[in-house]
């Protein structure tokens, strides 16, 4: 029903920077978060940030003054400005989207398959 697709992962040197982009398409009636999440291998998926369709923002403290969340709500695209990128910032990035589907009255989580970052000079 609701299809994710993340782009823009790549290689960057330490304190570079690189740009994500998510967009939700199919059958949506409506999106109330969209975000990011990042998992390393063998740690647990871990926020990164997300924001509402109203602009509220929660952000991680290992990332914040250096990632910026925003959003295309025509669009249905959420965005990821990663400045400043440190070795741990490595991972596979997952868009996340809190919507509702075409004929449900429920909003449902939804994962991107994940695009992935890797810092390293």
């Known amino acids: 029903q609701v299809q994710l697709v993340e782009s823009g992962g790549g290689l960057v040197q330490p304190g570079g920077s690189l740009r994500l982009s998510c967009v939700a398409s199919g059958s949506i009636l409506s999106i109330n978060v969209m975000g990011w999440f990042r998992q390393a291998p063998g740690k647990q998926r871990e926020l990164v940030a997300t924001?509402?369709?109203?602009?509220?923002?929660n952000v991680a403290e290992s990332v914040k003054g250096r990632f910026t969340i925003s959003r295309d709500n025509a669009k249905n695209t959420v965005y990821l400005q990663m400045n400043s990128l440190e070795p741990e910032d490595t991972a596979v990035y997952y868009c996340?989207?809190?919507?509702?589907?075409?004929?449900?009255?429920?909003?449902?989580?939804?994962w991107g398959q994940g695009t992935q970052v890797t810092v390293s000079s």
């Open positions: 996340y989207v809190i919507a509702v589907p075409t004929a449900s009255s429920t909003y449902r989580n939804y």
């Open positions: 924001m509402t369709t109203g602009g509220r923002t």
